[in-house]
């Protein structure tokens, strides 16, 4: 596996973006030896998530990883383990060439919105030609704002002593209008004058802002579901949660005489907790057959989930207006 390190900004964090193409009928031994892999990197330490994307429409079965670590010093030290060897020696078989990973330190991270994508491109820029790259950069950047449903780029230098890679994370809001961008003249253009300034270049694309609460890297098929399906969940757990709170801690606090704005405080950090670390949990592991993309994939998942989401909001607002009218 080759091994691209890109630092961005001084934010003390560390995420690897991990492509690599499954050989045909080998997806579910990849899935298998992909959710070993996790297991082994939630155990060491620093360990922060992984979400792993399954391929988009047209993209040749190419799956993207993405680990995240609380430093860079924790992510290399995965990396360079030789349990991470042994992994990478026991599935070599199950992709069509060497995987590639792109390492990214720093940056900000990207902000949810609906049916985002996001694209990876790592260039090799040529010696002596790196300000020649950034004024490039700078004109495609420029470029990109012009295009609909562009959402931002972030550019990573190389890490000294690492590898000479440059690497570009950019957004947009859509699948669509990023391979409209893709595959644009203006790109191509761009291309054309940019191959002055680097030998060859790699484009990966994700099709997530790289969730938080959705993560299902224990099972098959793990990725992040669509942003209304996890909207919906939300709502489903975070209802309950905030009406028992209101009648149990809130009258608490309300008979202590606590200040409103200090009662709020307390019960978003209650509540935020428990769907954390309880509620969302459960429901994703309740709704999986609904979340996950790869066992979503028949229309009657897709009824029947978004039924049983409905009815559970039906009977959370039944249960609640019957509790509420006794005790008011």
């Known amino acids: 596996m080759s091994s691209r390190a890109s630092r961005g900004s001084a934010a003390d964090n560390a995420t690897v973006v991990t492509s690599q193409k499954v050989r045909e009928g080998r997806t579910d031994e990849y899935q298998r030896w992909q959710d070993r892999t996790n297991q082994a990197a939630r155990e060491f330490e620093g360990f922060v998530d992984a979400e792993v994307f399954p391929p988009g429409a047209g993209d040749e079965n190419e799956w993207v990883a993405v680990f995240r670590f609380s430093g860079m010093d924790r992510l290399t030290a995965w990396l360079d383990s030789s349990r991470r060897q042994e992994l990478l020696n026991e599935g070599r078989g199950l992709f069509e060439g060497p995987p590639t990973q792109e390492v990214l330190h720093g940056g900000s991270p990207a902000q949810p919105a609906p049916d985002v994508v996001t694209a990876v491109i790592s260039h090799e820029v040529k010696p002596g030609c790196e300000q020649a790259f950034l004024n490039w950069q700078e004109k495609t950047l420029k470029a990109q704002q012009k295009t609909p449903g562009f959402m931002?780029?972030?550019?990573?230098?190389?890490?000294?002593?690492?590898q000479e890679h440059w690497v570009v994370v950019f957004r947009f809001d859509s699948r669509e209008h990023l391979d409209h961008w893709l595959t644009s003249d203006v790109?191509?253009?761009?291309?054309?004058?940019?191959?002055?300034?680097?030998?060859?270049?790699?484009?990966?694309?994700?099709?997530?802002?790289?969730?938080?609460?959705?993560?299902?890297?224990?099972?098959?098929?793990?990725?992040?579901?669509?942003?209304?399906?996890?909207?919906?969940?939300v709502v489903l757990a975070l209802y309950p949660t905030v009406m028992v709170l209101n009648l149990t801690v809130g009258v608490g606090l309300e008979k202590l005489t606590i200040r409103e704005y200090i009662g709020l405080f307390l019960s978003n950090v209650l509540s935020v907790s428990a769907l954390t670390w309880l509620l969302m949990p459960i429901v994703n592991r309740v709704l999986a057959f609904w979340l996950v993309p790869s066992r979503a994939a028949g229309r009657r998942?897709?009824?029947?989930?978004?039924a049983v989401v409905l009815l559970g909001y039906l009977v959370s607002i039944v249960v609640f207006g019957l509790i509420t009218h006794q005790i008011w």
Do not use: I
Request: charged fraction near 25%.
């Open 152 to 162: 931002g780029s972030e550019l990573f230098k190389p890490v000294e002593g690492v």
């Open 187 to 233: 790109r191509t253009k761009l291309l054309e004058e940019g191959s002055k300034y680097f030998t060859s270049y790699d484009v990966r694309k994700v099709d997530s802002a790289f969730s938080g609460w959705f993560q299902f890297d224990h099972g098959k098929g793990g990725g992040a579901p669509p942003n209304w399906k996890q909207a919906m969940s």
């Open 301 to 306: 998942a897709q009824v029947l989930g978004t």
